[in-house]
Protein backbone atom coordinates (compact mmCIF):
# COMPACT_ATOMS: atom_id res chain seq x y z
CA UNK A 1 0.00 0.00 0.00
CA UNK A 2 2.80 2.64 1.08
CA UNK A 3 6.42 2.55 0.39
CA UNK A 4 9.10 4.50 1.80
CA UNK A 5 11.92 4.47 -0.94
CA UNK A 6 15.89 6.14 0.06
CA UNK A 7 18.43 7.00 -1.57
CA UNK A 8 21.45 9.20 -1.61
CA UNK A 9 23.81 7.43 0.79
CA UNK A 10 27.38 6.45 -0.05
CA UNK A 11 31.19 6.44 0.85
CA UNK A 12 32.13 9.92 1.56
CA UNK A 13 35.64 11.62 3.42
CA UNK A 14 35.56 12.47 7.04
CA UNK A 15 34.65 16.82 6.70
CA UNK A 16 32.25 15.85 3.61
CA UNK A 17 28.74 15.95 2.71
CA UNK A 18 26.09 13.91 2.37
CA UNK A 19 22.35 14.52 1.50
CA UNK A 20 19.89 11.42 1.60
CA UNK A 21 16.36 11.47 0.29
CA UNK A 22 13.18 9.23 1.41
CA UNK A 23 10.19 9.89 -1.08
CA UNK A 24 7.04 8.03 0.20
CA UNK A 25 4.26 6.74 -2.47
CA UNK A 26 0.80 4.71 -2.23
CA UNK A 27 -2.31 5.04 -0.52
CA UNK A 28 -1.57 8.16 0.90
CA UNK A 29 -3.95 10.47 3.29
CA UNK A 30 -1.79 12.60 5.04
CA UNK A 31 1.51 12.25 6.63
CA UNK A 32 2.35 13.10 10.05
CA UNK A 33 6.00 12.55 11.80
CA UNK A 34 8.95 11.75 9.58
CA UNK A 35 12.16 11.09 10.77
CA UNK A 36 15.73 9.34 10.79
CA UNK A 37 17.51 6.66 12.53
CA UNK A 38 20.73 4.58 12.24
CA UNK A 39 22.12 1.57 13.22
CA UNK A 40 25.81 1.44 13.48
CA UNK A 41 27.27 -2.50 13.92
CA UNK A 42 26.99 -3.67 17.01
CA UNK A 43 24.95 -0.52 17.87
CA UNK A 44 21.39 -0.24 19.13
CA UNK A 45 19.55 1.84 16.07
CA UNK A 46 18.94 5.52 17.30
CA UNK A 47 16.67 8.11 16.42
CA UNK A 48 18.31 10.96 14.05
CA UNK A 49 16.52 13.46 13.45
CA UNK A 50 12.78 13.80 13.29
CA UNK A 51 10.24 16.72 11.51
CA UNK A 52 6.63 17.05 12.11
CA UNK A 53 3.92 18.02 9.61
CA UNK A 54 4.12 21.68 10.00
CA UNK A 55 8.14 21.76 10.11
CA UNK A 56 9.23 21.44 13.97
CA UNK A 57 12.68 19.84 13.98
CA UNK A 58 14.18 17.63 16.77
CA UNK A 59 18.04 16.32 16.46
CA UNK A 60 20.21 13.73 18.28
CA UNK A 61 22.86 15.56 20.01
CA UNK A 62 25.86 14.24 18.60
CA UNK A 63 24.33 15.49 14.86
CA UNK A 64 22.76 19.33 16.05
CA UNK A 65 24.86 22.04 14.03
CA UNK A 66 25.78 19.41 11.39
CA UNK A 67 22.88 17.68 10.06
CA UNK A 68 19.36 19.32 8.81
CA UNK A 69 16.27 17.35 8.33
CA UNK A 70 13.53 19.07 6.10
CA UNK A 71 10.73 17.98 4.12
CA UNK A 72 8.25 18.60 0.92
CA UNK A 73 5.05 17.71 1.88
CA UNK A 74 4.17 17.98 -2.00
CA UNK A 75 6.14 15.33 -3.03
CA UNK A 76 6.04 13.45 0.32
CA UNK A 77 9.73 13.27 0.66
CA UNK A 78 11.87 13.62 4.17
CA UNK A 79 15.71 14.98 3.52
CA UNK A 80 18.41 14.66 5.69
CA UNK A 81 21.73 16.79 4.57
CA UNK A 82 24.24 15.78 6.79
CA UNK A 83 27.72 17.66 6.91
CA UNK A 84 31.11 17.61 8.59
CA UNK A 85 30.85 14.09 8.64
CA UNK A 86 32.68 12.02 10.66
CA UNK A 87 34.03 8.25 10.86
CA UNK A 88 31.67 7.45 13.87
CA UNK A 89 28.29 8.27 11.93
CA UNK A 90 29.06 5.24 9.66
CA UNK A 91 26.08 3.35 9.98
CA UNK A 92 22.66 2.40 8.42
CA UNK A 93 20.37 5.24 8.01
CA UNK A 94 16.54 4.51 7.84
CA UNK A 95 13.58 6.78 7.14
CA UNK A 96 10.35 6.50 8.50
CA UNK A 97 6.72 8.15 8.05
CA UNK A 98 3.82 8.12 10.25
CA UNK A 99 1.22 7.69 7.21
CA UNK A 100 -2.53 7.73 7.44
CA UNK A 101 -4.21 6.15 4.83
CA UNK A 102 -6.73 6.60 2.37
CA UNK A 103 -8.83 3.47 3.06
CA UNK A 104 -8.83 4.21 6.83
CA UNK A 105 -9.15 8.23 6.78
CA UNK A 106 -6.95 10.49 9.57
CA UNK A 107 -7.97 8.37 12.58
CA UNK A 108 -5.35 5.65 12.31
CA UNK A 109 -1.69 6.11 11.89
CA UNK A 110 0.83 3.71 10.69
CA UNK A 111 4.35 3.93 11.11
CA UNK A 112 6.37 2.95 7.50
CA UNK A 113 10.45 2.60 7.24
CA UNK A 114 12.03 2.82 4.36
CA UNK A 115 14.99 -0.07 3.19
CA UNK A 116 18.04 1.56 4.54
CA UNK A 117 21.10 3.22 3.21
CA UNK A 118 24.65 3.00 4.14
CA UNK A 119 26.30 5.52 5.07
CA UNK A 120 29.97 4.78 5.03
CA UNK A 121 32.95 8.24 6.27
CA UNK A 122 36.01 6.84 6.01
CA UNK A 123 39.48 8.26 4.36
Known amino acids: QVQLVESGGGLVQPGGSLTLSCAAS????????MGWYRQAPGKQRELVAVITSTGSTNYEESVKGRFTISRDNAKNTVYLQMNSLKPEDTAVFYC?????????????????WGQGTQVTVSS
Open 26 to 33: GSIFSIGN
Open 96 to 112: YANIALQQTGPKYNYQY
